[in-house]
């Protein structure tokens, strides 16, 4: 699921042809490395999305232009009715079969409604592929996503065309896209703030990226994409409650208790919408990952140094290899402030008032 979130394979998978094999029959599982839920028993501060009623001020699709494709991209605006609004937060998304808008909305709200100096205004969008935009049948990589980021920035008919100070909060690989994009000078924000962020896709950081099991992830890759046995083996692997529930209760949440009935269906319903595998065939097999090693993760995060205040925010349990990553920005050339709190991969939606206060604090220091 996210950000190493949604679909993660569970270490104790071990080779692509047991995965393979394995898939052919009926036990097969998935697990993924990131998003938590929340206790129904939890008091407000630990409330999870989906405990909570949150409704966009404003709903609407942008249409993305990506070589002769006309794409319909969702997106949500939240903010104060009727206020004067000063400054925009994007917020994106991790990168999963199971990413959504969704994920963000009750730390949305939660920091346009505070009384501030500064009436903030926050956007939300569905990455290409995934959420409630369009899923063409493409080639998605890091590259795609990346020119979709750079253009809904910058493009003169984009909702963020009136923003001049604009500040951008990403998940999981989302976050690592930004600073890819950041390096370059395509993307110009006031501050960053990368949540969980995290670079290697769910097989290339349980098996690794050498030659034979780059074959081995093609050719799981294009058995996904086809027309039939894609579907038969998503629907096994990916687009069931079952799995989807084993997921959330051992990668995704921290606490599995937390995982409610509404999360799982929910989820469950984006994982029927009509190309929902493309994306996540590119996710699972690495071709969505920014970097190739840590150094380079590191290296991205360096080059933003003096350029815009940046914030990571790491997650107390993720799952042990991406939790090593988070970990290693700590202190990192580049990284103005580094905390961590409660939840996994998916902190933003399983503890999303603790997470709103860290980011709130981080504009306050920054505004």
């Known amino acids: 699921m996210a950000s190493s979130a949604a679909v993660f394979v569970s270490s104790s998978s071990l080779s692509l042809h047991a995965l393979s094999r394995r898939a052919r029959g009926t036990n097969f599982s998935i697990r993924p490395v990131s998003i938590r839920a929340l206790s129904a028993s939890m008091d407000y501060s630990a409330a999870s999305v989906a405990d909570r009623s949150v409704s966009p001020l404003k709903t609407n699709n942008w249409q993305w232009k990506y070589k002769e494709n006309f794409i319909n991209i969702h ?6 009715d009727g206020a004067d609004t000063s400054k925009t937060i994007l917020m994106i998304p991790t990168i999963s079969d199971v990413s959504t808008v969704e994920e963000w909305r009750s730390v949305a709200q ?11 205004q926050a956007t939300i969008v569905d990455w290409p592929g995934l959420g409630y935009s369009d899923r063409l049948k493409m080639d998605y990589d890091a590259d795609v996503m990346e020119k979709f980021l750079v253009d809904f920035v910058n493009s003169p008919d984009s909702p963020l065309r009136r923003s001049d100070d604009l500040v951008v909060f990403g998940g999981g690989h989302a976050a690592t896209i930004l600073a890819r994009a950041a390096k370059k000078g395509l993307v110009q924000a006031r501050a960053f703030a990368a949540v969980a962020p995290t670079w290697a896709g769910p097989l290339p950081i349980v098996f690794g990226r050498d030659s034979s099991m780059e074959t081995r992830y093609g050719f799981l890759r294009g058995t996904l994409r086809a027309p039939a046995v894609g579907w038969m083996m998503y629907n096994m692997l990916v687009s069931n409650e079952k799995s989807i529930k084993s997921q959330y209760e051992s990668h995704v949440y921290s606490d599995p208790t937390n995982v409610t009935a509404s999360i799982v269906e929910s989820r469950y319903a984006l994982t029927k919408r009509e190309g929902a595998r493309y994306v996540p065939a590119a996710f699972l097999t690495g071709l969505l990952d920014p970097v190739k090693s840590r150094e380079e993760f590191l290296g991205l995060f360096a080059s933003l140094e003096g350029k815009f205040p940046v914030l990571v925010v790491s997650g107390e349990g993720a799952p042990k290899r991406s939790k090593a990553e988070m970990e290693a920005l700590r202190g990192a050339k580049g990284v103005t402030k580094f905390v961590e709190v409660k939840g996994a991969l998916l902190p933003q939606e399983e503890y999303p008032t603790v997470v709103a206060e860290q980011l709130y604090r981080f504009l306050q220091e920054n505004f």
């Open 110 to 120: 939660d920091i346009v409604q505070r009384e501030s100096k500064v009436n903030w």
């Open 75 to 80: 997106y949500e605006e939240h903010g104060k």
